[in-house]
T-cell receptor, first 114, second 111 residues
């Protein structure tokens, strides 16, 4: 079955530590996205990528970094510069960044601070 | 800056009721609007996508309407069931990047 796989499901970060969240898709989609969700809040865009080796900042990119070396993979690193990283992180993909293409989501990674 | 608002924030109904969830947006220059369902601790499942040129979309017991000029969309759920209990999110797509989301309506259907 085609889909988006996020791992791990739960992740804990120590002070001053960088952690990386994995997102893999086998839908052959060009576009991939990372969102952050806080309790009682809507999703906010962190980064997105339209194609391999390309990515752009979203609304809340500070303290995060991404790479897009392969079409199917879009890992997100939460750096020590992100002072409030506790949240639910969702990865999504779509055929392209376009007007008529729905986004498909993974099951998320919940990040907490130790 | 586009803002998406969903009312009510929470809704409780008995099984079998028909119900309407509301979504409003401040900038009518959208390309499409998408309704999602989110179960606790899970990702989002796409329910319906309405293009800006369309007025409504239907899937089973779900019907979504779009009035772009007034900045409103509704999600109608017919004959609600306990399995419909979830958070429903509305999101709009504008030129540029990705979706802009509302905060959601949490629905509880009791048997």
């Amino acid at each position: 079955d085609g889909g988006i796989t996020q791992s791990p499901k739960y992740l804990f970060r120590k002070e001053g530590q960088n952690v990386t969240l994995s997102c893999e898709q086998n839908l052959n989609h060009d576009a991939m996205y990372w969102y952050r969700q806080d309790p009682g809040q809507g999703l906010r865009l962190i980064y997105y990528s339209q194609i391999v080796n390309d990515f752009q900042k979203g609304d809340i990119a500070e303290g995060y970094s991404v790479s897009r070396e392969k079409k199917e993979s879009f890992p997100l690193t939460v750096t020590s510069a992100q002072k409030n990283p506790t949240a639910f992180y969702l990865c999504a993909s779509s055929i392209r960044v376009g007007t008529d293409q729905p986004q498909h989501f993974g099951d998320g990674t919940r990040l907490s601070i130790l | 800056k586009q803002e998406v608002t969903q009312i009510p924030a929470a809704l409780s109904v008995p099984e079998g009721e028909n119900l309407v969830l509301n979504c409003s947006f401040t900038d009518s220059a959208i390309y499409n609007l998408q309704w999602f369902r989110q179960d606790p601790g899970k990702g989002l499942t796409s329910l319906l996508l309405i293009q800006s040129s369309q007025r409504e979309q239907t899937s089973g017991r779900l019907n979504a309407s779009l009035d772009k000029s007034s900045g409103r969309s509704t999600l109608y759920i017919a004959a609600s069931q306990p399995g419909d209990s979830a958070t429903y999110l509305c999101a709009v797509f504008q030129a540029g990047t990705a979706l802009i989301f509302g905060k959601g309506t949490t629905l509880s259907v009791s048997s």
